[in-house]
Structures are given as C-alpha cells and as structure tokens.
C-alpha cells in the first residue's frame, strides 16, 4: 500500500549511523593517504614504523568501511564492531584533547558518542532485529 513501510525499512538513525561511519572511514583513508605522503617524502624515516602506522591506517579504513556497509544491509552482527569503532573514536578524541590540537579531539568525542547514541536507539536496534528474519 502506499505510504506504509515495512518491518525492515531503515529508520532515520541507522541512515544517519551508517553516514557518520562511511565519514569516520573517509577520514581513516584521508590519513592513509597523508601517512603514504610522508613515508615518501619524510627524510628521516624509520622504514618499518613508518610502513607498520600506514597499514594499520589502511586496514582501519577498511574495516570501518566492512562495518558501516555491514549496518547498511541490517546485519545485527556489524553493531557490536559499529560500537568498538565508536570507542575507539572517542578515545582518540580523549587523547587529541590532553596533546592537542583541541577541537579535533571535541570534534572527535562528539562524533564517537553521536554515532553510538544512534545505533543503539530503540529504531535502529528494532531495523537491525527485524532485518535478521529478512532473506
């Protein structure tokens, strides 16, 4: 019928969830690729931090990406993941805020804990309950 949804429709949180995690996981490649930028163009350079912190960024990226897409086709196991990358996020922001640059730390706490707040509100858990019985 027109205008009814169904059970599984994704509610406004997990959209905005979902877009807030492909953001986290824009920035993670934006920092691989600025770790790339000065692995080769950094003089003095410990070759095997240096290429150890660039994959870790990389593979940062995309997990983050595995997981938001995993939240976009509702799949109630990415919510765990979705919350650890949010903890993660937050303590980031902690640290960033005692050495700073400060807003970016705040910038980086506020994200985390709004990203978390909007998969765990009762509509997403519902979407991702619901998309569990989908085929």
Do not use: N
């Not at 691989?32 to 950094?42: F, G, N, R």
């Not at 903890?87 to 970016?104: K, M, Y």
């Amino acid at each position: 019928m027109k205008g009814e949804k169904s059970v599984v429709d994704k509610p406004a949180t997990l959209h905005w969830a979902i877009r807030l995690l492909y953001l986290e996981c824009a920035g993670l490649a934006g920092l691989t690729a600025y770790l790339v930028v000065l692995d080769l163009t950094s003089g003095d350079l410990q070759v095997a931090s240096a290429a150890a912190l660039t994959v870790l960024a990389a593979l940062a990226a995309v997990s983050v990406f595995f997981v938001a897409r995993g939240l976009g086709r509702l799949a109630v196991g990415a919510r765990g993941p979705a919350m650890v990358v949010q903890l993660f996020v937050i303590a980031t922001g902690g640290f960033l805020i005692q050495v700073h640059p400060l807003w970016l730390g705040v910038v980086l706490m506020a994200l985390g804990v709004l990203t978390g707040l909007l998969i765990v509100l009762p509509p997403s858990t519902r979407a991702l309950v619901a998309g569990r019985d989908k085929p």
